[in-house]
């Protein structure tokens, strides 16, 4: 049955069956408004506070007497703005395990969200993204007339999208389009999230009575059939690295080593000009974590101080956007080509790796309004450099599907032993397996349905981006020359002399400081007192003359330049 809301913030419609538990429908009311469930008061008539929705949560949907159609009043006291709000500590910055480095702590789902909520979203989410058209033959109107054949097109119309090229929907762009299937302009006093997370995992509290799965199961606990197609959105539709270098000198480790390397890609997303409502992600630099390398592979070591590199460039306002990791082995040639081993009829991403894209966007998940747990999918992208069709070293970019996410969260599938294909997990005590199908085209044209038991093309569970360095760079970090962290084995070491001989560069404007690897191991010495780092760290960011003197005239920073000097 469907249950109606009415609140300050309009009325929301609310699906619940008669054995659910009255909470069951405050929690979906307490997702769309901005307050506690203590000051949440429910009535059946307007101008009534009610009762306190805390005693009623415990009854059943029927024992309260709820029809289909009801209208209920909520009523509620929002939030204190400063009490809601994110709180963030003033401690330290320093990269050190034995400092305490500032961490977020959240107060709430909602303040979460708006903290979360970023520039670009905030841009794209008051655009209307209409595709402008230019008046045409067909038009029979004057210059200020519009008609059907110039009006502008929704940024989600198909044929401009198959015209254009654009394989996928941008993230707004999609949002925009099941918005305005939802929530119908004529129908303005009832809403319904557009966004929806799709779970596959079997409810272990079903309301039916029955007991709990493995011992019971019914239509209403158990998963539904999946039919796997490709994903028409994508979250992020172009990854940018804001300077050759910047991937350059990732590339340089296997060069000179010959074996594999992963980092993690840190910057900012802005609009994308190239698609409507498009979004891209801008990587300012590559953090190379502790691991071991191998000539075929990758082994992760424990990153103790992960949390205090975030913090850092959090001061700087940038932040983990991906993973990049090189799949490189040289074609022997001997003219710096490399083989081609992902292609169509091998595989883009293989099974392992659509899994740790899938884990890694279920722990960075994107915060948002729109949907009813306040979390949709991921931004979080998976890079790999690798060999193309003519030997040359190129990057990929990808993102795994929704229905990646919900398949690995519910344990229904694992990798298998041919790198293309995703294994079918069969069901347990734990897990509940339903019927999975894929789409396809058949030799005739036509989409059908196939069994995808037990194993599937991991192809279904991709989505594509497109990757490039811009024409004219504009890199946030302009030096590049320090030695980047963790590369021991090549025995380039971030010692004392390996900082003594990059600042001995500096020509006196502070332009050898700009380069992150540089900022965090200077950071990691603790000669600087805490409040010329902060100095260290305003100078990064804002570039300005005054924060840059006041840092080289600190006593930390004589006491550094004596120390290097002395070390020399």
């Given at each position: 049955m469907i249950l109606r809301f009415r609140s300050k913030q309009g009325t929301f419609r609310v699906s619940v069956d008669d054995n659910d538990m009255f909470s069951t429908a405050v929690?979906?009311?307490?997702?769309?408004?901005?307050?506690?469930?203590?000051?949440?008061?429910?009535?059946?008539?307007?101008?009534?506070?009610?009762?306190?929705?805390?005693?009623?949560?415990?009854?059943?949907?029927?024992?309260?007497?709820?029809?289909?159609?009801?209208?209920?009043?909520?009523?509620?006291?929002?939030?204190?703005?400063?009490?809601?709000?994110?709180?963030?500590?003033?401690?330290?910055?320093?990269?050190?395990?034995?400092?305490?480095?500032?961490?977020?702590?959240?107060?709430?789902?909602?303040?979460?969200?708006?903290?979360?909520?970023?520039a670009v979203d905030k841009l794209l989410d008051s655009q209307d993204g209409l595709i402008p058209r230019s008046k045409s033959s067909m038009c029979r109107h004057g210059d200020k007339g519009m008609c059907e054949f110039c009006s502008p097109l929704p940024p989600w119309d198909k044929e401009y999208k198959e015209k254009n090229g654009i394989k996928h929907l941008s993230f707004y762009a999609y949002l925009k389009e099941i918005n305005e299937n939802k929530n119908n302009k004529n129908n303005a006093t009832s809403y319904m999230?557009?966004?929806?997370?799709?779970?596959?995992?079997?409810?272990?509290?079903?309301?039916?009575?029955?007991?709990?799965?493995?011992?019971?199961?019914?239509?209403?606990?158990?998963?539904?059939?999946?039919?796997?197609?490709?994903?028409?959105?994508?979250?992020?539709?172009?990854?940018?690295?804001?300077?050759?270098?910047?991937?350059?000198?990732?590339?340089d480790s296997w060069r000179l080593s010959g074996t594999q390397r992963f980092g993690y890609l840190y910057g900012s997303y802005e609009p994308f000009d190239q698609v409507p409502l498009g979004i891209k992600a801008k990587v300012e630099f590559i953090y190379e974590p502790p691991q071991a390398c191998e000539l075929d592979g990758i082994t992760l070591i424990p990153w103790e101080n992960e949390e205090a590199i975030d913090a850092l460039a959090a001061e700087l306002n940038l932040y983990k956007v991906g993973v990049i990791f090189t799949d490189l082995t040289d074609s022997g040639l001997k003219n710096g080509s490399v083989l081609c081993k992902r292609h169509k009829d091998s595989y883009f991403l293989t099974n392992i790796e659509v899994a740790m894209a899938a884990r890694n966007q279920l722990k960075y998940a994107y915060s948002t309004k729109y949907s009813n747990d306040r979390k949709f999918s991921s931004r979080f992208v998976t890079c790999v450099v690798s060999g193309g069709l003519n030997g040359e070293i190129e990057p990929r970019s990808y993102q795994v599907s929704v229905n990646a996410e919900a398949l690995l969260e519910a344990d229904i599938v694992t990798t298998s032993t041919q790198p293309s294909m995703m294994y079918i997990n069969e069901s347990n005590d734990t897990r509940y397996v339903p019927d999975v199908f894929y789409s396809k085209i058949n030799e005739y044209g036509l989409e059908v349905k196939t069994n995808a038991k037990p194993a599937f093309p991991v192809d279904y569970l991709l989505v594509t981006l497109s990757d490039a360095m811009p024409k004219e760079p504009k890199p946030f970090f302009t030096s590049n020359s320090f030695v980047i962290e963790h590369r021991d084995f090549l025995g380039e070491?971030?010692?004392?002399?390996?900082?003594?001989?990059?600042?001995?560069?500096?020509?006196?404007?502070?332009?050898?400081?700009?380069?992150?690897?540089?900022?965090?191991?200077?950071?990691?010495?603790?000669?600087?007192?805490?409040?010329?780092?902060?100095?260290?760290?305003?100078?990064?960011?804002?570039?300005?003359q005054d924060a840059y003197l006041k840092l080289v005239e600190s006593p930390g920073w004589m006491s550094l330049i004596t120390i290097l000097e002395q070390g020399s």
């Open positions: 929690n979906s009311v307490l997702a769309k408004i901005d307050c506690d469930i203590s000051s949440l008061y429910i009535s059946n008539r307007p101008n009534d506070k009610g009762s306190p929705a805390q005693e009623l949560i415990d009854q059943t949907i029927s024992s309260l007497n709820l029809k289909n159609g009801d209208m209920l009043y909520a009523n509620y006291e929002e939030r204190d703005s400063g009490i809601s709000d994110v709180q963030t500590g003033t401690a330290s910055i320093s990269i050190s395990n034995s400092r305490t480095t500032a961490v977020p702590t959240v107060s709430s789902t909602s303040s979460s969200v708006k903290q979360n909520e970023l999230s557009p966004l929806d997370n799709p779970s596959y995992k079997v409810n272990k509290n079903c309301p039916s009575g029955h007991l709990p799965y493995p011992k019971g199961i019914c239509s209403k606990c158990q998963p539904p059939v999946i039919t796997l197609q490709q994903q028409s959105f994508r979250m992020v539709d172009h990854v940018e690295f804001s300077d050759s270098q910047v991937l350059n000198r990732f590339i070491l971030q010692n004392l002399k390996a900082l003594f001989n990059h600042l001995n560069n500096d020509i006196g404007d502070g332009s050898v400081l700009l380069d992150f690897h540089l900022l965090a191991y200077l950071l990691s010495t603790h000669i600087l007192q805490e409040h010329e780092e902060k100095l260290l760290v305003q100078f990064v960011k804002e570039r300005t």
